[in-house]
């Protein structure tokens, strides 16, 4: 009898540790299959370009004046018309300068091989970070980011000078 009662007792033990093995087993075959699993596909991209930047002359009072053998701040509102932030990081001269005003003082009519006597040119200015906001308009100072030489002709007192910028961003 007492053989019968280890049969009785001990079948539900050897149940229970049969049960285990499977659920064991089982774990085991899923993450098997989780590890090894392996798949394939494509993708694909757009790349967009960059609009260009509009520049115009900042209007107002200049922070400082230029004078011959000296630089003066250079003023300039940016519109960036991209739905992205940018970051001016250079400006250099984009053109020939043109004089309003003044009497004597000439214009550069082929830059940059042929230059008027106004003397006046942008600093090439590297290294810059200035962020330019998605779709807005900033006011940048440059400061000594104009020079004139003191070769300029003395016609040039009181004359307004337009110069053609170049901006390099980056995205």
């Known amino acids: 009898m007492s053989r019968r009662r280890w049969f009785t007792h001990g079948l539900p033990v050897i149940g229970v540790v049969l049960a285990s093995l499977g659920i064991s087993v089982a774990l085991s075959v899923t993450a098997f299959a989780y590890f090894t699993g392996a798949g394939s596909g494509a993708g694909s991209l757009v790349t967009g370009t960059l609009r260009p930047l509009t520049i115009l002359a900042a209007t107002g009072t200049p922070v400082s004046n230029l004078l011959p053998g000296s630089t003066a701040d250079l003023v300039m509102r940016v519109t960036n018309p991209n739905s992205t932030a940018v970051t001016i990081t250079a400006v250099s001269q984009g053109g020939g300068v043109t004089v309003v005003g003044g009497s004597g003082c000439t214009s550069d009519p082929g830059w940059p091989g ?54 390099t961003v980056q995205r």
């Open 114 to 167: 042929t230059l008027g006597i106004s003397g006046v040119s942008v600093v090439a200015t590297t290294g810059l970070g200035i962020p330019v906001p998605a779709g807005a308009t900033i006011s940048v100072d440059l400061p000594a980011g104009a020079s004139m030489t003191t070769a300029s002709a003395s016609g040039c007192q009181g004359a307004r000078f337009h110069i053609p910028v170049t901006v």
